[in-house]
């Protein structure tokens, strides 16, 4: 049986396939989060993945949210980031946790689901704006959209998370549509 943990670990090697075929000069193209680059939002999730990891571990995360997690080597911040961020989410008590985030805290099961969003929809993000589409895991997509129909998402639909759903055709590829709910 997969676990999320097993779901945080494939968006998690789908992403590293991701950032490591983003070349320099795409660190500037338009994210399809609103308002970002590339740089902008890979920074933002490397930075979410530390403080993940940080508070999974009850360690210092080394810095804020939107400080400067990248440095010279993206590829590298990354790398070390999703380490970190593994080790946490494999630790024996990690779902038996309460992970303290922006808006309060939540039980580790919900917190593990918010991550795994976090690091596959930013994934997926990166993917569309570096012509990496191919490297999107469809069928993980799949899995968390239909984890998201089934649950009371309006509240998670406000400025700062996410906008209402879009239209997309009811063929489309899982990644497209997942992100289409989310109002991308």
């Known amino acids: 049986m997969t676990t999320v943990i097993d779901q945080i670990d494939r968006a998690l090697d789908m992403t590293a396939a991701v950032v490591g075929g983003i070349a320099h000069d795409r660190l500037t193209a338009a994210s399809p989060c609103p308002g970002w ?29 939107e400080d400067d997690w990248l440095g010279a080597d993206p590829r590298a911040a990354y790398a ?56 999107a895991d469809d069928e993980l997509c799949g899995e968390l959209l239909t984890v998201m129909r089934g649950m009371d998402f309006d509240a998670f639909r406000r400025p700062g998370m996410f906008g209402p759903a879009v239209p997309v055709a009811g063929d489309a590829p899982a990644h497209r549509r997942l992100l289409a709910f989310l109002g991308r």
């Open 37 to 65: 680059d590339v740089r902008t939002e890979l920074n933002h999730l490397v930075g979410g993945m530390r403080i993940f990891a940080a508070e999974l571990t009850g360690t210092d995360a080394g810095g804020a949210h």
């Open 80 to 135: 070390v980031a999703a380490d970190l961020d593994r080790a946490a989410w494999h630790r024996p008590d990690a779902l038996a946790t309460t992970v303290r985030l922006g808006f309060g805290e939540v039980p580790g099961p919900m917190a593990a689901l918010i991550h795994l969003t976090e690091v596959l929809v930013h994934g997926v993000d990166l993917a569309l704006a570096t012509g990496q589409e191919h490297l």
